[in-house]
């Protein structure tokens, strides 16, 4: 997913993956910390803003 992010594909692709890895047990920890340590730059934290917006829709709950 964070490739699909940074090769600033469609946003429709990186919820369906998002939503693929979901359903099979996503891991919500190690997905936040790669999107932390990925987003170093200002370019590479805007390229990953849809994958980040996915992650802030979940209530914490229900990782």
């Known amino acids: ?10 946003p429709s692709l990186i919820a369906d993956a998002y939503r ?8 919500y920890e190690r997905l936040g910390k790669l999107v ?12 990953l803003e849809p994958l ?3 992650m802030r829709a979940i209530p914490k709950g229900d990782r």
């Open 1 to 10: 997913m964070i490739d699909l992010c940074l090769d600033s594909k469609d």
């Open 20 to 27: 693929d890895a979901r359903d099979i047990g996503l891991d």
């Open 52 to 54: 980040a917006e996915l």
């Open 36 to 47: 932390r340590e990925t987003s170093a730059t200002p370019k590479r934290e805007k390229a």
